[in-house]
């Protein structure tokens, strides 16, 4: 554990402050009026189980990884390198001061999630959560996580807007087929011009059929969904038709 005092604990969080992740550090929370309530933890109960419950000798990558709360947390059940990304200098700091404080080894690094590829490594577990819909390039997102990262487990969350409903879509349609885009369960995403619940880089809120065609296109295949806004993938072949980016330069 830090060797920081619970006055010193609570200056640097006030310092850092605000927070997105209410956290427990040393006994000061980082954001106990939350208006999301204890989040992120009281979203991980929901589908903590369907995680591994011990990731000895694994390495985990948490993409947009904010004060580090899952990175903690896999670092927590015995993961061999936890490596937490964001673009966000702050939220790196507070992340920094929480590792600290609970005395666990783990990696905080500057990068967007566009540029993943400059880590030239892969990793057993991605981790990617609350991110999607505040990029303006989800899907490239997605595809760059899957052919540059991840190696075999990922861990998918995003706001979701429109119907719960993902039902199955036909192949292909005929050009004068139109019908099918107004049913709820027809995969949409929704474009947020200006800014949704006060936050301008709110960009997309898609619906649950859209989420699951997405991550399929990219070369996931969802085995576990935990929670209503939470997916298990695990890596499978991508569509051939799909490739939109530039495959993986091997490391020399």
């Known amino acids: 554990m830090s060797d920081l005092t619970r006055e010193e604990i609570s200056a640097r969080v006030a310092e850092l402050g605000p927070w997105f992740h209410n956290m427990d550090l040393g006994g000061v929370q980082t954001a106990p009026e939350h208006f999301l309530h204890d989040y992120p933890r009281n979203k991980f109960r929901q589908f903590a189980h369907a995680l591994p419950e011990r990731l000895e000798g694994k390495s985990v990558l948490d993409i ?12 927590r059940r015995g993961a061999r390198r936890v490596l937490g990304v964001d673009f966000d200098d702050r939220y790196l700091s507070q992340a920094r001061l929480a590792a600290k404080v609970a005395g666990v080894e783990v990696e905080f690094q500057k990068l967007s999630v566009y540029d993943l590829a400059a880590l030239g490594e892969r990793f057993d577990v991605v981790i990617f959560m ?3 819909y505040h990029l303006r390039h989800p899907l490239l997102a997605l595809d760059l996580v899957r052919e540059h990262v991840a190696d075999d487990l990922l861990v998918f969350q995003s706001m979701q807007r429109g119907s719960p409903e993902a039902g199955s879509v036909a192949a292909d349609y005929d050009f004068f087929e139109q019908d099918h885009f107004n049913q709820p369960a027809y995969p949409k995403m929704h474009f947020i011009e200006h800014s949704y619940a006060s936050d301008p880089t709110n960009w997309w809120a898609p619906n649950a059929a859209c989420v699951e065609a997405m991550l399929r296109s990219s070369g996931f295949e969802i085995t576990a969904h935990p929670e209503a806004e939470v997916y298990i993938c695990r890596c499978a072949a991508r569509p051939t038709e799909s490739r939109a980016v530039y495959p993986a330069i091997p490391n020399r």
């Open 130 to 132: 609350g991110v999607f």
């Open 64 to 75: 947009g990884c904010n004060a580090g709360f899952y990175s903690l947390e896999m670092k």
